[in-house]
C-alpha cells in the first residue's frame, strides 16, 4: 500500500486476511493455552527471538484471533505494532512501567484518569520512579520541568474527568528535543477523532473498554507504538503476563468495525445534548472542548477530528439531594462508571482531591456531574433530562 487509507477504510478492513481463514469474514475465535507442534524441529523454530512475538506458540502470546485485533488496532492508530492487555489500567501501567526503571522521572499530567495517579503514586515510587504533576495547559513550557532523569511525558487530552484539552504537538516538540518519550491515553477522543501518533505521541494508549468495545460487555486494553519503542514495550507486555482471552478479542475487533459511524453519532448527539444544557438555568457551565464557549475549544479544533460523547457538567447551587433525585430516576442515562458504549450514563464525579499541581472547583460551586451521550434519540434524552431538572428543582425547594 503506497498511501495510507483513511480512517474509515482501515476499520472497515484491517485485521487478518479472509483468504486465510477459509473465506471467513471475521475471525475465528481461538481458545487455546497449549499449542502443539508436530515435530521437535518446529517447535525449536517458533523459539527464534527474532520471530517470537509472531508466532502462534503458547496461549498466553496470542493467538491468530488476538493478532487479528493488534493489526486492526496498529492500522488505525497508524502506529507501528499494537499490543493487547486485559484492561485500559494495565496498558497505561505496564507501558510506564517499561519505559522507567529506577531513578527515572516522569511527568504526567494533574487531569489523569484516577488510576493511573494511583500507579503513580503507589506503584512507581517502589520501582524508585518519581513522579511530577503538571498542569495540563503547560504546552511547551513543559521543558521547564525536564529533569537529567525524566523519560517519560504522559497526557491525556482532554482529561476524562474534567476535559481540559492539551497542546500535544507542542508537548511532543519538547520532549523530543529532550530526548523524552510522549505517552498518551487517548481513549477519550479513540482513534478516529485524534491521531495521537501524527500529533507526535510515542505511544497510544486505549481503553478498549470504552468506544472500540463499544457495548459495554469487554474489558481490553492497548498499546501501540513506534518501531524504535516496539521491542522494549513488546517484552514488557510479555514478561508481565499480560493476556487476552479470544473472546474478547474477537468483542473488541467487532466493536472496531463500527467505530466510525458510532463516533460521528455519538459527537452528534453529545453536541445536541450539551448545547441544550448550556440554555439551562440548573447549569454553570458545561465542560465539554467541542462547545465555541469552552477554554479547550481552539486547541481542539486544530488537532481533533471530532468529540466523542463524554462531557462535564457543572451545575448551579443545589443540596446534594436534589441533584440525587435528579440523576435517580433518570430512565435513560443508567448510574455507571465507564463510558463508550451505545447507552448513556449519568455519574457524579469528585476531581478535587485527585489534583495536586492545580486546584479543581465546579463551576458556580455546585455538584458536578459527568454524562456519557449514548446512541439514543438526543430529543429522548433532552426530555429526561428536562424531566431531572424538574425533580432537582422540586428537591431544592424552587417551583
Ligand atoms: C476507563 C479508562 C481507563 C482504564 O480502562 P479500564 O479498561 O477500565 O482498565 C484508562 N484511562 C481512561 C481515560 C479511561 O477512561
Sequence with gaps: MTTRQSIDTLLTHSGGNPSERHGAVNPPVYHASTILFPTVATYERSRNPATRFDV???????????FALEEAIAAVEGGYRAMLLPSGL????????????????????????????????????????????????????IRTLFQPETRVVFVESPGSMTFEVQDVPAIA??????????????????PYFFPALARGVDVSIQAATKYIGGHSDVMLGTITTTEALYERLRSAVA????????????????????LGVRMDR??????EVAQWLCTRPEVARVHYPALASDPGHAVWARDFTGASSLFGVSLAPVPKAAMEAMLDALELFGKGVSFGGFESLAIPMHPAPYRTAT??????GGPYIRLHIGLEDP???????ERGFGRLRAAAGGS
Design 173 to 190: 516538540g519538547a520532549a523530543h528535543d529532550a530526548g523524552i518519550v510522549v505517552v498518551m491515553d487517548n481513549t477519550w477522543a479513540s
Design 239 to 258: 514478561e508481565l503476563g499480560n493476556c487476552v482471552g479470544g473472546d474478547d478479542a474477537y468483542l473488541a475487533l467487532r466493536g472496531l468495525r463500527t
Design 359 to 364: 486546584q479543581w472547583q465546579s463551576a458556580g
Design 56 to 66: 502462534v506458540r503458547y496461549g498466553q502470546l496470542g493467538t491468530p484471533t488476538t
Design 90 to 141: 494495565a496498558a497505561v501501567t505496564t507501558a510506564l512501567d517499561a519505559l522507567t526503571q529506577h531513578g527515572d522521572h516522569v511527568l504526567m499530567v494533574d487531569t489523569a484518569y484516577a488510576s493511573t495517579r494511583k500507579f503513580c503514586d503507589g506503584t512507581l515510587p517502589r520501582r524508585g520512579v518519581r513522579t511530577t504533576y503538571y498542569d495540563p495547559s503547560i504546552g511547551a513550557d
Design 266 to 271: 455519538h459527537y452528534r448527539n453529545a453536541l
Design 379 to 385: 430529543a429522548d434524552l433532552v426530555a429526561d433530562l
